[in-house]
């Protein structure tokens, strides 16, 4: 059963890139009906380019992460540059319950799309408008994506080796996921709230600070001590040993993290270290940490000859907190994930069927429902402005000759 | 901050560490009223760091993190191996919303002697949100794991550092509060599908390691569409048709985010080189892929030249895209961030004052109101116990000395 069986939601999704589009999908996953809003010459930037290859491959379409956080949609295009389209939007919007939007500050009110113009026309839609660094503030005109707000939030600063050098960017754009899952939560908050008020409202969500909050040990601990932490890399600034080792194979590591006396003993039992009990270098938890670089070498040597899987089962058998560092292929063969089956199969048009991150939250009554595609430019055109706005066909020819809609890119 | 969104709403929080008082602060923070059991002895994290002598963990009653997870929240202490604290758990879930809890999978049955659907079937209108490090069940439910490994066996770690060197994990817990994140929108879902669909609660099972993966869809999903897995460039966030990258400046380092024609060309522009633009090697995405390490290699002597906020002004003047990176010290004297009053001061009974990351959503129809502290150990037990549920003063001295609470 979905979660919106009885009273169907209805998501207008103008957003584009990462964060925006999570928070439309989440609803989907829901039931929600998501409509997304694509213009033909200005389509989601996450497809790609037209440039990155030949016409007929529909290189837009082949985007892994636009087809990923768009699944379960339905696409449609409109040019909002053009009066009739914005007419169209309007219209769209009166319908729904939840807008989202993640355009740079101040595009909405020049589209005359401005909440207040839009909850004039429907009282009870929730707008969620996602500025990276504000809608307002003396930076608030900075340009934002994943890496650039994870940055500002302080992650990039404390994300380097433990013996120096640059700092590096994560890989997944942190600021993006993070920022869309604190927007979906709002937009629930609001549609909660609404059934005792009666009335939607605006949410400004700036990523910057919804990414913040997962940096408050690092911000209170330099309030308290007055010290700036540094980056710990591997290691963790109390206990040792705490590291990223190199396994038998090419490019094959382990992370080892041991926080307790028996961890200790059960590690050196495994890799059969029991000598090293008795070194006065590690006698002990604190000498074990000033001796750190000793430390590390000793389990260097260890771990180079071992086969990284099966060292990880022992380790993890005698109670060591121990795994691989997983590469995306061993990400999807990981065994706890498939017995939980986590990964979705989803067919998509012209990319064909690829697994998918399903649902994190598992649902006892009403699981989510990730297995739909993304749609293709303009795909629901008709579907929706026949359904939804009850447009006849000759309506929508003539948005289609005056180039308001369409499934040709543009761009 | 403080709204009153969800001032319907009561919660059950049996929950320690972070992930598990991260979800449950999002809803405290929006105004559900979250009641935060903890054994008479305290949940972990109040002994855990940051404290002013940065000694790190054993403080008496609280250590920083503790105090900023568990702004406006209740406090009551219960010793759950005691049948009469059993009774009084219950007795609370009488009309609450959500109960949420983060023990070992199995461990909440065997502490109140009932299992999720039991608690379900006699509560019908509560949802049990359960955050564990693997799930409820497979293979590895059981297993150890901390934010190191978590980080590794999710994928974080590989695609981050050198080539050459060890792959980099991702600093602190931010894992965990990913999948309290997670934990706190099922809670929110749950909420709705009770309210508009099932009539009842349900039990929402929330795995961090799969709210880890959730965020690697460049590298699992990215994988399968072209065939290759994401290997560590250093500097370079990866390789692609952009560059994305971490830069030496005069005083720091900058982070460049040059993904667009458009930016490429205010690069150019802003590095006084247009004639760039038209140059055979960078004039298309693809070929700026193709020849990287050149443009980079023009790029980087510039960056060395100058201030790092001088470069985030040049960008900010043309759209591209280009950030200063902040220490933590900075993060929190950031002008733009003082001028939207992000940061709140919040007077904490045992540490003073500090200054916490503000609610990061702003609701249109709310002046929220300024953020309680986190309790004291068993803070609300009298508000809770003796005028919640009736129990008088002798009866509360009675179960404190029987340590029930």
Redesign the interface.
């Given at each position: 059963?979905?979660?919106?069986?009885?009273?169907r939601l209805r998501v207008v999704d103008l957003s584009m890139g990462w964060a925006g589009p999570l928070v439309g999908a989440?609803l989907s996953e829901?039931g929600a009906e998501v409509i997304k809003i694509e213009d033909t010459r200005h389509f989601d930037?996450w497809r790609g380019?037209l440039?990155?290859g030949a016409p007929e491959e529909h290189p837009i379409e082949?985007s892994?992460?636009f087809?990923?956080?768009n699944r379960g949609k339905l696409g449609v295009t409109l040019n909002l540059a053009d009066p009739r389209g914005v007419e169209v939007l309007k219209r769209l919007a009166v319908t729904a319950d939840v807008l989202i939007e993640n355009y740079s500050v101040g595009v909405m009110e020049r589209l005359g799309l401005s909440?207040r113009v839009l909850s004039a026309l429907n009282p009870r839609l929730v707008m969620i408008s996602m500025p990276s660094?504000?809608a307002?503030?003396?930076?608030?005109?900075?340009?934002?994506?994943g890496?650039?707000v994870e940055?500002?939030?302080?992650?990039?600063?404390?994300?380097?080796?433990h013996d120096g050098g640059?700092?590096?960017?994560?890989?997944?754009?942190?600021g993006d996921?993070?920022g869309g899952?604190?927007?979906?939560?709002?937009v629930?908050?609001?549609?909660?709230?609404r059934?005792?008020?009666g009335?939607g409202?605006?949410?400004?969500?700036?990523q910057?600070?919804?990414a913040?909050?997962?940096?408050?040990?690092?911000?209170?601990?330099?309030?308290?001590?007055g010290?700036?932490?540094p980056?710990?890399?591997?290691r963790?600034?109390?206990h040792a040993p705490?590291?990223?080792?190199?396994c038998a194979g090419e490019?094959n590591?382990?992370?080892?993290?041991v926080?307790s006396e028996a961890?200790w003993r059960a590690l050196l039992g495994v890799l059969g270290l029991e000598r090293l009990a008795a070194d006065p270098r590690f006698a002990t938890a604190e000498a074990r940490k000033r001796n750190e670089d000793a430390l590390d070498d000793a389990l260097s040597h260890a771990f180079a000859s071992r086969e990284t899987e099966e060292v990880a089962r022992r380790l993890?058998r005698a109670?060591?907190?121990?795994?691989?560092?997983?590469?995306?292929?061993?990400?999807?063969a990981?065994?706890?994930?498939q017995?939980?089956g986590?990964?979705v199969p989803v067919e998509r048009a012209i990319?064909g069927t690829?697994?998918?991150?399903?649902a994190?939250?598992?649902?006892?009554?009403?699981p989510?429902e990730t297995d739909r595609p993304a749609p293709l430019l303009g795909e629901h055109n008709r579907v929706v402005l026949r359904e939804v706005l009850g447009m006849s066909d000759a309506e929508m020819e003539a948005l289609e000759s005056a180039g308001i809609i369409g499934t040709r890119p543009l761009g | 901050m403080r709204y009153n969104?969800?001032s319907?709403?009561r919660v059950i929080d049996l929950t320690h560490h972070i992930a598990g008082p991260?979800a449950t602060r999002?809803l405290a923070e929006?105004g559900a009223e979250v009641i935060k059991v903890e054994p008479p002895w305290g949940e972990g994290a109040r002994r855990r760091?940051?404290?002013?002598?940065?000694t790190?963990?054993a403080c008496a009653d609280r250590g920083?993190?503790f105090?900023?997870?568990n702004t406006n929240k209740l406090g009551v202490t219960l010793d759950l191996r005691r049948a009469r604290a059993r009774e009084m758990l219950l007795a609370m879930l009488e009309g609450a919303d959500l109960l949420f809890e983060n023990f070992a999978p199995g461990t909440l049955q065997k502490l109140v002697g009932l299992s999720p659907n039991d608690i379900l079937a006699r509560f019908p209108r509560l949802s049990i949100v359960s955050i564990s490090n693997?799930?409820q069940?497979?293979?590895?439910?059981d297993?150890?794991?901390?934010?190191?490994?978590?980080?590794?066996?999710?994928?974080?770690?590989?695609?981050?550092?050198?080539p050459t060197?060890?792959?980099?994990?991702?600093?602190?817990?931010?894992a965990q509060?990913?999948g309290g994140?997670?934990?706190?929108?099922?809670a929110?879902?749950?909420?709705?599908?009770r309210?508009?669909?099932?009539g009842?609660g349900?039990?929402?099972?929330?795995?961090l390691?799969?709210?880890t993966?959730?965020?690697?869809?460049?590298?699992?999903?990215?994988?399968?569409?072209?065939g290759v897995?994401?290997?560590r460039v250093?500097?370079r966030?990866?390789v692609g048709?952009f560059l994305?990258v971490?830069l030496?400046c005069r005083d720091g380092?900058a982070?460049l985010?040059c993904?667009?024609d458009k930016q490429f060309e205010s690069l150019c522009e802003m590095m006084g080189r247009p004639e760039l633009v038209s140059d055979e090697r960078f004039r298309?995405?693809?070929l700026r892929m193709v020849n990287n390490d050149a443009l980079l290699a023009i790029v980087e002597p510039f960056f060395l030249e100058h201030d790092r906020m001088f470069l985030?002004r040049e960008?900010?003047k043309r759209?591209?895209?280009?950030?200063p990176?902040?220490?933590?010290?900075?993060?929190?004297e950031?002008?733009?961030?003082k001028?939207?009053g992000?940061f709140e001061t919040v007077r904490d009974p045992v540490?003073g004052e500090?200054?916490?990351?503000?609610?990061?959503?702003?609701?249109?129809?709310?002046r929220p109101e300024p953020t309680r502290p986190a309790p004291l150990l068993g803070e609300h037990n009298r508000l809770i116990f003796g005028e919640r549920f009736g129990l008088d003063g002798a009866e509360l001295s009675r179960l404190r000395q029987a340590g029930v609470i």
């Open positions: 059963m979905s979660m919106t069986t009885h009273e989440m829901m930037w380019s440039s990155m082949r892994a992460v087809n990923s956080v909440y660094f504000g307002e503030g003396p930076e608030s005109d900075a340009r934002g994506y890496n650039t940055a500002m939030a302080g992650v990039t600063g404390l994300t380097g080796y640059q700092p590096y960017t994560l890989s997944n754009a942190l996921p993070v899952l604190n927007g979906m939560f709002a629930m908050v609001a549609l909660h709230e059934e005792r008020t009335r409202q605006w949410i400004e969500l700036a910057v600070e919804a913040i909050p997962l940096m408050a040990e690092a911000l209170l601990d330099y309030q308290l001590t010290k700036i932490p980056p710990h890399g591997n963790h600034p109390r705490h590291g990223i080792y190199r490019d590591w382990i992370a080892v993290g926080e961890q993890i109670g060591v907190p121990a795994g691989q560092v997983n590469s995306a292929p061993a990400v999807m990981d065994e706890q994930l017995a939980r986590y990964f990319v690829h697994l998918y991150p399903g994190v939250a598992r649902f006892s009554q009403t989510l | 969104s969800l319907d709403i991260y999002m929006m760091g940051p404290t002013r002598d940065g790190g963990d920083a993190l105090a900023f997870l693997f799930g069940d497979g293979p590895d439910r297993a150890p794991i901390n934010d190191l490994v978590l980080f590794a066996r999710g994928g974080w770690t590989y695609p981050v550092g050198e060197r060890e792959p980099l994990t991702p600093p602190g817990s931010l509060y990913v994140l997670f934990a706190a929108i099922g929110m879902q749950a909420l709705y599908a309210n508009f669909v099932l009842c349900q039990h929402v099972d929330v795995s390691l799969e709210a993966v959730a965020t690697m869809i460049y590298e699992t999903v990215g994988f399968q569409y072209s897995a994401r290997v250093g500097k966030y990866a048709p994305i971490t030496a380092y982070g985010h993904v667009t298309t995405a693809l985030y960008g900010r759209k591209l895209p280009l950030v990176i902040p220490s933590i010290a900075e993060v929190l950031w002008e733009q961030l001028a939207r992000y540490l500090i200054r916490i990351p503000g609610a990061p959503l702003r609701l249109s129809s709310h």
